[in-house]
């Protein structure tokens, strides 16, 4: 059931002139699962056409962002409208209050925020913040857990970097990375250990609420309130990268998913990305106002850039945003209904045909994980038989399933799948199974 492929290689060997490897984000390169990856050519609701014109349903969702389904009618035409008046002005525009007034409706916890264009610059941002309002230089983070590629926080990383199983990534002096305590996730003796050996050094906790950087992995009963007491009793900041989990799991994202939205309970400061710009280069991070305003041109703590608030963003994330609160209710329903029935129509269909599935779910980000294991931390997620996924990942391809091409990644369900999807996905699963076993 070969794939005809021929217009992405010719574009790929054209790319690979000019770029490493041919991508700009090295995960799209499928080097986990093999094979030579489609060169998208455009996209519509639940559905991806590549160059040759071969039609996918998508379960990647751009990694997160298209929560809407692609071509989201209110935010192109409201990238439409922006782009008349021009891309960017690098002066303050109503459009940046306006997206900052919708995204503090869904997350009180954020009394003050700062606008970026990455998850990366979101989550590097706030660990500078941290340790400029706490003068403390050490950060924990998470094995597995993956908070974009700033130096400090490329250490035992997930996504990509969990992918080609490097430990970190050349070029980050040892001098940096010996600021960085990476422990396993669910771990809170290990956390508790960390704090005491390194009294009144510690600046900021950060982690995934819910890993999607391992593949989905949901955060041990009490592991979120245990951190939240322990790092008020240090004096440390309680950082919820909610790049990919903002705006998924609920409005408010894991925090109002889980209840840790507002008051005694809430983070210190939050990151986001992806849904937020509606596929368009938007990552913010804020928090606490007293926090937040340590950064220039109030406080100490430089933070800066050019496309910073660019309106054509701010237009894409304000009509995504705005749809979600008018729909939270009907969405999220929708949402978690059609996502349980994706992962667990295909599980059962991987038992019927022999194959050990453990699906780890929250919300519409699910992860198949290729092992018969629990898996609750990147350790046991690691045991995952990565061989047997990247052969899954391709026979799906082939038969019209497009998934995210790593076992240490979520796939993401969004508003557009529906019953039609479903139907299709679970019939593929049946024959990729009854075909790469045999
Ligand atoms: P970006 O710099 O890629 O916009 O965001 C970094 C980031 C931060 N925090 C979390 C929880 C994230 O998931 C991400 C980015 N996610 C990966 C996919 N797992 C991006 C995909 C890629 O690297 O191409």
């Given at each position: 059931?070969?794939?005809?492929?021929?217009?992405?290689?010719?574009?790929?060997?054209?790319?690979?002139?000019?770029?490493?490897?041919?991508?700009?984000?090295?995960?799209?390169?499928?080097?986990?699962?093999?094979?030579?990856?489609?060169?998208?050519?455009?996209?519509?609701?639940?559905?991806?056409?590549?160059?040759?014109?071969?039609?996918?349903?998508?379960?990647?969702?751009?990694?997160?962002?298209?929560?809407?389904?692609?071509?989201?009618?209110?935010?192109?035409?409201?990238?439409?409208?922006?782009?008349?008046?021009?891309?960017?002005?690098?002066?303050?525009?109503?459009?940046?209050?306006?997206?900052?007034?919708?995204?503090?409706?869904?997350f009180p916890s954020i009394e003050k925020m700062r606008f970026v264009s990455s998850g990366t610059e979101a989550c590097m941002s706030a660990i500078r913040l941290a340790r400029g309002f706490t003068g403390r230089p050490f950060v924990i983070k998470f094995e597995g857990c993956y908070h974009g590629?700033?130096?400090?926080?490329?250490?035992?990383?997930?996504?990509?970097?969990?992918?080609?199983?490097?430990?970190?990534?050349?070029?980050?002096?040892?001098?940096?990375?010996?600021?960085?305590?990476?422990?396993?996730?669910?771990?809170?003796?290990?956390?508790?250990?960390?704090?005491?050996?390194?009294?009144?050094?510690?600046?900021?906790?950060?982690?995934?609420?819910?890993?999607?950087?391992?593949?989905?992995?949901?955060?041990?009963?009490?592991?979120?309130?245990?951190?939240?007491?322990?790092?008020?009793?240090?004096?440390?900041?309680?950082?919820?990268?909610?790049?990919?989990?903002?705006?998924?799991?609920?409005?408010?994202?894991?925090?109002?998913?889980?209840?840790?939205?507002?008051?005694?309970?809430?983070?210190?400061?939050?990151?986001?990305?992806?849904?937020?710009?509606?596929?368009?280069?938007v990552g913010a991070f804020g928090g606490r106002a007293e926090v937040m305003d340590f950064l220039a041109p109030l406080g100490p703590v430089y933070q800066a850039g050019t496309l910073s608030g660019n309106p054509l963003a701010m237009a894409a994330g304000i009509a995504t945003i705005e749809h979600?609160?008018?729909?939270?209710?009907?969405?999220?329903?929708?949402?978690?209904?059609?996502?349980?029935?994706?992962?667990?129509?295909?599980?059962?269909?991987?038992?019927?045909?022999?194959?050990?599935?453990?699906?780890?779910?929250?919300?519409?980000?699910?992860?198949?994980?290729?092992?018969?294991?629990?898996?609750?931390?990147?350790?046991?997620?690691?045991?995952?038989?990565?061989?047997?996924?990247?052969?899954?990942?391709?026979?799906?391809?082939?038969?019209?399933?497009?998934?995210?091409?790593?076992?240490?990644?979520?796939?993401?369900?969004?508003?557009?799948?529906?019953?039609?999807?479903?139907?299709?996905?679970?019939?593929?699963?049946?024959?990729?199974?009854?075909?790469?076993?045999?």
């Open positions: 059931m070969a794939l005809d492929l021929s217009q992405s290689q010719l574009l790929q060997q054209r790319a690979e002139k000019f770029l490493p490897g041919g991508v700009d984000s090295p995960v799209r390169a499928f080097r986990a699962v093999g094979g030579h990856p489609p060169f998208v050519a455009s996209a519509k609701g639940a559905y991806l056409t590549d160059a040759d014109g071969n039609r996918y349903i998508d379960m990647f969702g751009s990694w997160g962002p298209m929560l809407l389904g692609h071509a989201f009618p209110p935010a192109v035409e409201a990238i439409k409208a922006a782009a008349e008046l021009s891309a960017s002005f690098g002066a303050s525009t109503a459009a940046e209050a306006n997206l900052a007034e919708l995204v503090q409706r869904c590629h700033a130096d400090a926080l490329l250490v035992k990383a997930g996504s990509g970097v969990a992918t080609f199983g490097i430990p970190g990534s050349a070029g980050v002096p040892n001098e940096t990375a010996m600021h960085t305590l990476a422990l396993p996730y669910n771990d809170f003796a290990a956390v508790e250990a960390a704090f005491e050996s390194h009294p009144e050094q510690i600046a900021c906790v950060i982690l995934e609420p819910v890993v999607g950087n391992a593949g989905t992995i949901a955060p041990a009963p009490e592991f979120l309130a245990s951190l939240r007491r322990l790092t008020r009793k240090h004096g440390a900041l309680l950082i919820f990268d909610e790049v990919m989990t903002g705006f998924r799991l609920a409005a408010g994202g894991a925090q109002e998913y889980f209840g840790f939205a507002s008051g005694e309970d809430a983070p210190d400061l939050t990151t986001l990305g992806k849904i937020v710009g509606g596929g368009l280069p979600i609160l008018a729909h939270k209710g009907a969405l999220y329903a929708g949402l978690d209904e059609t996502t349980a029935e994706i992962a667990g129509e295909v599980a059962l269909v991987a038992a019927e045909h022999g194959v050990a599935l453990t699906t780890n779910r929250v919300g519409s980000m699910f992860t198949w994980f290729f092992t018969s294991e629990d898996v609750t931390d990147f350790a046991t997620a690691s045991k995952s038989d990565t061989a047997l996924f990247a052969k899954f990942h391709r026979a799906m391809l082939e038969r019209g399933v497009w998934l995210p091409p790593s076992q240490y990644e979520a796939a993401f369900v969004s508003a557009a799948h529906g019953q039609t999807e479903i139907d299709a996905i679970v019939a593929a699963a049946n024959g990729a199974f009854g075909a790469m076993l045999k």
